[in-house]
């Protein structure tokens, strides 16, 4: 009926997960972010395709949801058939032995956030080199000018000098 037609035509990432971990039920989009059949992922337990760093933290928040808790904008990252990994955004909430979820694959928006975080960091780098350059100008200039003075005075001594005297 209209369920079945939502579920599998969604184009956000739907599961139904039981609380032991595994993957009942995923919609067609999970194929084309993961690029597994849904025959490799349904039955299989979830936490399989976290990546390492990650598992950590989901394994939390899969705790939580066992204890009744919503879990609302939580991401990690999913080991694709090909061995990369995408970014995935959780929206997910308990029902008796089962978790619904709803996620997204943020992983292009993720590289966009990080491109600008590390272009923020060449700003600022470049900011500090130029705020070094000024002030070693400056250094450079003053000193400049103290030389300046050094060679007249030295000059005015030198030619006071007799040239007899060693």
């Not at 395709?49 to 705790?63: C, G, I």
């Not at 292009?108 to 080199?129: F, P, T, V, Y």
Request: glycine share 8%; with cysteine; net charge negative.
């Amino acid at each position: 009926g209209e369920l079945e037609a939502f579920f599998t035509s969604a184009l956000d990432l739907l599961c139904i997960a039981d609380l032991d971990g595994h993957f009942r039920r995923l919609n067609a989009e999970w194929e084309k972010t993961l690029g597994y059949r849904l025959a490799e992922l349904e039955g299989k337990r979830f936490l399989d395709f976290v990546h390492p760093d990650d598992l950590a933290e989901t394994v939390a928040a899969v705790s939580n949801l066992k204890e009744g808790a919503e879990i609302l904008n939580f991401t990690n990252r999913y080991r694709c058939r090909d061995g990369s990994y995408r970014w995935i955004e959780w929206r997910s909430f308990p029902v008796g032995d089962f978790i619904y979820a709803a996620a997204r694959d943020i992983t292009e928006r993720k590289r966009a956030e990080d491109e600008r975080e590390k272009l923020q960091e060449q700003l600022q780098q470049s900011q500090k080199m130029e705020a070094i350059g000024r002030l070693a100008g400056g250094v450079a200039h003053d000193f400049n000018n103290m030389l300046g003075v050094i060679l007249g005075h030295t000059n005015i001594a030198l030619e006071r000098m007799d040239p007899a005297h060693p």
